[in-house]
């Protein structure tokens, strides 16, 4: 059984479309991320939840849009895609807050906007 | 700038050599993760470590964190062709929140 798992895994769409990527963990975990992997490997955080809230929001663009309707989900939608938003899309997920919780990763969503 | 910084970015070495990858930074975190990331996937766990000077082997791998908890380094004894890959260190902070990573070090270990 899959852990942490992210569709689609591809996503090619135009400027401007609006996009959405899902996230489901099956461990059972309170916490989920969203990190972005730029074309140098940099993982860069997004969003974090625990419980369904919101505890970090970067310096991310308000284009893009988390959804956390349960423990277990984690969406992002993004709107106005632009060419700059092409990367790989991780979402992460995490027992609680503890020092020892490590970053449990899906498999990423490579979006390439054209 | 980038909260953790690792050296050196590339590392092409033999099969059978020594190497040690670093983990910098001005900040103190609570603990200290290393990561393997294959083409494909997402980052694996391979360490957490969480006091000051610990020193952690995990077969071939040694990490250690510094007594300061600012930086961190992972040494490889003996390097082969499957540990190729992306090696990633992650610190936490900010009442543990907050889980930031490196660069990275794209490590390829030729036969």
């Known amino acids: 059984d899959t852990a942490v798992s992210q569709t689609p895994k591809y996503l090619v769409t135009q400027m401007g479309n609006d996009k959405s990527i899902k996230c489901e963990q099956n461990?059972?975990?309170?916490?989920m991320y969203w990190y972005k992997q730029d074309s140098k490997k940099f993982l860069k955080i997004m969003f974090s939840y625990n419980n369904k809230e919101l505890i970090i929001n970067e310096t991310v663009p308000n284009r893009f849009s988390p959804k956390s309707p349960d423990k277990a989900h984690l969406n992002l939608h993004i709107n106005s895609l632009e060419l700059g938003d092409s990367a790989v899309y991780f979402c992460?997920?995490?027992?609680?807050?503890?020092?020892?919780?490590?970053?449990?990763f899906g498999n990423g969503t490579r979006l390439t906007v054209t | 700038t980038q909260l953790l910084e690792q050296s050196p970015q590339f590392l092409s070495i033999q099969e059978g050599e020594n190497l040690t990858v670093y983990c910098n930074s001005s900040?103190?975190?609570?603990?200290l993760q290393w990561y393997r990331q294959e083409p494909g996937e997402g980052p694996v766990l391979l360490v957490t470590v969480v006091t000051g000077g610990e020193v952690k082997k995990l077969k071939r791998l040694t990490f250690q964190f510094g007594d300061a908890r600012k930086d961190s380094s992972l040494h490889i004894t003996a390097a082969q062709p499957g540990d190729t890959g992306l090696y990633l260190c992650a610190g936490r902070r900010n009442n543990n929140n907050d889980m930031r990573f490196g660069a990275g070090t794209r490590l390829t270990v030729k036969p």
């Open positions: 992460a997920s995490s027992l609680g807050l503890s020092v020892w919780s490590p970053l449990h």
């Open positions: 900040s103190v975190f609570s603990s």
């Open positions: 461990l059972g975990h309170d916490t």
